[in-house]
């Protein structure tokens, strides 16, 4: 396993030491390094990823691409952290208080890092300032807490013989953190946060969509000097993903994605017999009852359908109602959608902004023009929208048949269809013939609501409304992923079991 260092720098030019200069739009960021081994480290690679807002098509910034070369050196130094450093020796105790170290620096920097996201991806402030300044420092809090709960070891009564044997629980060794760009640093953290408390070192590869934001946490880490070679991260595209996941140092795969990708990872990590935690596509089902209040629906839709400009693993986006209702809900709906307001992302007041980049804008826009070139209705509730950058009209789709392209594929954009049915029965099936199976919602009367998602085949339902909790299992059915993120259960998942027999 090649070791050697391109070249070394805790500062070099370009990237300071702080990034608290930053309030709205941050400066044109050039990184030339990645983080390795508790220190910025030069790239042996010669490519470079380039970043632009997909609201104004401006230039962002850059970072080098990740090579064979990085990923080794990233590997190796997470190898060298788990095999001889303290991190896996420390107590659960020990970890939790460093994990509310990184929380407190990185809540410091939360304006910034939100700021990062909103100009690499177009995600609006009001949204990147949740998603990216706040539930990041939550989620770390959060696992802080899990690791000083944590039991590793346990005694349990032989029932063959008297006495007792020891279950004990040991961290797996080097996770490989591969993460989206929809949500870029809340879901780094929904997989850092675990693998810390259970005693692993990671190599995190963010997105090449939203490369920059991570840097602070890299940043962070060197501030409260966390011990070297516990947090790496080399961003990059699939082809560095790919080469992350075939590393023969790598123990554990954490990915968020696509279900093609996932199945790709799933196939590359089972033939080698290692465990992954895939959450991967969806296009989930929230179910409208007689009974339902539709004030309180509507409010819930227009997060659970289209927050983050509907590129949500988790967006409603298939409505289903029943057809002494369709009209009321389908006017209710396109009300609701007009009053989203589309446009600049760096303004407050704006509910949606770009798609992430003009591939995806395109893929999405053609989903829409083959459905209605196949006889479905698509009303575009926005028509003045800017003539730069990635905007599309959120769109109301109808009379697909649940089988269609529309109506099975993950579109990710502000694309809901609305389906009509006759009886509840009816409903549940529909709600169910999906190849996908990560969340819906049920709205109605709480008693009937609880029946009906009790026959959802999906992995996290919500009752009158769709709010996941992070004490919770999330996580899908399908081909929407395998094993489960949030909650002590995905502590558990970076973690292996021993017994010591007596």
């Given at each position: 396993m090649d070791t050697?260092?391109?070249?070394?720098?805790?500062?070099?030019?370009?990237?300071?030491?702080s990034m608290g200069e930053l309030r709205q739009?941050?400066?044109?960021?050039?990184?030339?390094?990645?983080?390795?081994?508790?220190e910025f480290t030069a790239s042996c690679g010669a490519e470079s990823i380039v970043v632009t807002n997909p609201a104004d098509e401006t230039e962002v910034g850059r970072t080098p691409r990740g090579s064979e070369r990085d990923i080794d050196h990233a590997v190796s130094a997470a190898r060298r952290s788990f095999d001889s450093g303290p991190w896996p020796?420390?107590?659960?105790?020990?970890?939790?208080?460093?994990?509310?170290?990184?929380?407190?620096?990185?809540?410091?920097?939360?304006d910034d890092i939100a700021a990062m996201i909103t100009a690499e991806i177009g995600q609006p402030i009001r949204v990147s300032t949740a998603w990216g300044g706040k539930r990041p420092v939550a989620h770390l809090r959060y696992y802080a807490q899990v690791a000083r709960d944590l039991q590793n070891e346990l005694e349990r009564p032989n029932v063959a013989r008297q006495?007792?044997?020891?279950?004990?629980?040991?961290?797996?060794?080097?996770?490989?953190?591969?993460?989206?760009?929809?949500?870029?640093?809340?879901?780094?953290?929904?997989?850092?946060?675990?693998?810390?408390?259970?005693?692993?070192?990671?190599?995190?590869?963010?997105?090449?969509?939203?490369?920059?934001?991570?840097?602070?946490?890299?940043?962070?880490?060197l501030k409260i000097g966390l011990p070297a070679g516990v947090i790496n991260i080399v961003p990059g595209g699939r082809e560095t993903g790919q080469i992350l996941v075939a590393h023969p140092g790598i123990d554990k795969v954490g990915f968020t994605g696509?279900?093609?990708?996932?199945?790709?990872?799933?196939?590359?990590?089972?033939?080698?017999?290692?465990?992954?935690?895939?959450?991967?596509?969806?296009?989930?089902?929230?179910?409208?009852?007689?009974?339902?209040d539709l004030d309180m629906t509507m409010d819930s839709l227009r997060v659970a359908s289209f927050e983050n400009t509907g590129q949500t693993c988790?967006?409603?986006?298939?409505?289903?109602?029943?057809?002494?209702?369709?009209?009321?809900?389908?006017?209710?709906?396109?009300?609701?959608?007009?009053?989203?307001?589309?446009?600049?992302?760096?303004?407050?007041?704006?509910?949606?902004?770009?798609?992430?980049?003009?591939?995806?804008?395109?893929?999405?826009?053609?989903?829409?023009?083959?459905?209605?070139?196949?006889?479905v209705a698509a009303t575009r509730t926005h028509q003045d929208l800017p003539s730069t950058?990635?905007?599309?009209?959120?769109?109301?789709?109808?009379?697909?048949?649940?089988?269609?392209?529309?109506?099975?594929?993950?579109?990710?954009?502000?694309?809901?269809?609305?389906?009509?049915?006759?009886?509840?029965?009816?409903?549940?099936?529909?709600?169910?013939?999906?190849?996908?199976?990560?969340?819906?919602?049920?709205?109605?009367?709480?008693?009937?609501?609880?029946?009906?998602?009790r026959r959802i085949r999906a992995g996290t339902v919500g009752i009158n409304g769709y709010k996941p909790d992070l004490n919770h299992p999330y996580g899908g059915y399908k081909e929407s992923?395998?094993?489960?993120?949030?909650a002590p259960e995905a502590t558990a998942a970076y973690q292996n079991i021993k017994t010591i027999w007596r």
């Amino acid at each position: 396993m090649d070791t050697t260092i391109c070249s070394k720098g805790s500062t070099f030019a370009g990237e300071s030491s702080s990034m608290g200069e930053l309030r709205q739009r941050p400066n044109h960021s050039v990184r030339s390094h990645f983080f390795s081994g508790g220190e910025f480290t030069a790239s042996c690679g010669a490519e470079s990823i380039v970043v632009t807002n997909p609201a104004d098509e401006t230039e962002v910034g850059r970072t080098p691409r990740g090579s064979e070369r990085d990923i080794d050196h990233a590997v190796s130094a997470a190898r060298r952290s788990f095999d001889s450093g303290p991190w896996p020796r420390l107590s659960p105790a020990e970890r939790g208080e460093w994990l509310d170290k990184l929380a407190d620096e990185l809540e410091r920097r939360g304006d910034d890092i939100a700021a990062m996201i909103t100009a690499e991806i177009g995600q609006p402030i009001r949204v990147s300032t949740a998603w990216g300044g706040k539930r990041p420092v939550a989620h770390l809090r959060y696992y802080a807490q899990v690791a000083r709960d944590l039991q590793n070891e346990l005694e349990r009564p032989n029932v063959a013989r008297q006495g007792t044997s020891t279950i004990r629980r040991e961290p797996l060794g080097v996770a490989a953190l591969i993460v989206p760009w929809n949500h870029p640093f809340a879901s780094t953290t929904l997989k850092l946060g675990p693998a810390l408390a259970a005693g692993c070192t990671v190599v995190i590869k963010p997105a090449e969509e939203s490369p920059l934001d991570i840097y602070i946490l890299a940043e962070a880490c060197l501030k409260i000097g966390l011990p070297a070679g516990v947090i790496n991260i080399v961003p990059g595209g699939r082809e560095t993903g790919q080469i992350l996941v075939a590393h023969p140092g790598i123990d554990k795969v954490g990915f968020t994605g696509s279900t093609a990708a996932g199945r790709s990872i799933a196939s590359n990590m089972g033939a080698r017999l290692l465990p992954v935690t895939l959450e991967l596509g969806g296009k989930s089902a929230a179910i409208v009852l007689e009974s339902a209040d539709l004030d309180m629906t509507m409010d819930s839709l227009r997060v659970a359908s289209f927050e983050n400009t509907g590129q949500t693993c988790a967006s409603m986006s298939r409505v289903l109602v029943p057809q002494s209702r369709y009209a009321e809900v389908r006017d209710r709906l396109l009300s609701e959608m007009r009053s989203l307001r589309v446009g600049d992302p760096w303004d407050p007041d704006t509910d949606l902004g770009p798609l992430v980049s003009a591939r995806i804008k395109d893929r999405a826009l053609g989903l829409v023009r083959r459905a209605e070139d196949g006889g479905v209705a698509a009303t575009r509730t926005h028509q003045d929208l800017p003539s730069t950058g990635c905007f599309v009209s959120p769109v109301l789709i109808e009379k697909a048949a649940m089988d269609s392209e529309i109506a099975q594929t993950e579109v990710f954009g502000p694309v809901v269809s609305l389906h009509s049915y006759g009886s509840v029965e009816e409903a549940i099936d529909l709600a169910n013939q999906s190849q996908y199976g990560l969340a819906s919602a049920i709205y109605g009367d709480s008693a009937q609501a609880e029946s009906v998602a009790r026959r959802i085949r999906a992995g996290t339902v919500g009752i009158n409304g769709y709010k996941p909790d992070l004490n919770h299992p999330y996580g899908g059915y399908k081909e929407s992923g395998m094993g489960r993120e949030f909650a002590p259960e995905a502590t558990a998942a970076y973690q292996n079991i021993k017994t010591i027999w007596r």
